[in-house]
């Protein structure tokens, strides 16, 4: 079975910067395309950020284009949220997924394994 942990949420001023981890075990990490999507409340789940198995290839949503960065270490199981200037509308649970689908994956039902989400605050 595979596991997604993720960490690195909290509490930030608008303006301000988390970086957002997912450590994957159980399979073949470097198997898994991998995503970061989030939920506001009262709204449904959204695709933040998406990479291929290699990291070659990425996605980002318009609303987070030039602010966030997502990138992979194969190596040690392990994918990455970088979020700069953060704005209070980014306030939602954030929970990195795998999909088993190759290619980049912007789709929430080609996506296998979710993680439990952590909490991202922004205020203003």
């Known amino acids: 079975q595979v596991q997604l942990v993720e960490s690195g949420g909290g509490w930030v001023q608008a303006g301000g910067s988390l970086r957002l981890s997912c450590v994957v075990s159980?399979?073949?990490?470097?198997?898994?395309?991998m995503g970061w999507f989030r939920q506001a409340p009262g709204k449904e789940r959204e695709i933040v950020a998406a990479?291929?198995?290699?990291?070659?290839?990425?996605y980002y949503a318009d609303s987070v284009k030039e602010r966030f960065t997502i990138s992979r270490d194969n190596a040690k199981n392990t994918v990455y949220l970088q979020m700069n200037s953060l704005k209070p509308e980014d306030t939602a649970v954030y929970y990195c997924?795998?999909?088993?689908?190759?290619?980049?994956?912007?789709?929430?039902?080609?996506?296998?394994?979710w993680g439990q989400g952590t909490q991202v605050t922004v205020s203003s």
């Open positions: 997924a795998a999909s088993g689908t190759a290619g980049t994956i912007t789709r929430v039902d080609l996506y296998d394994y």
């Open positions: 159980g399979r073949t990490f470097s198997r898994y395309a």
């Open positions: 990479i291929n198995w290699s990291g070659g290839s990425t």
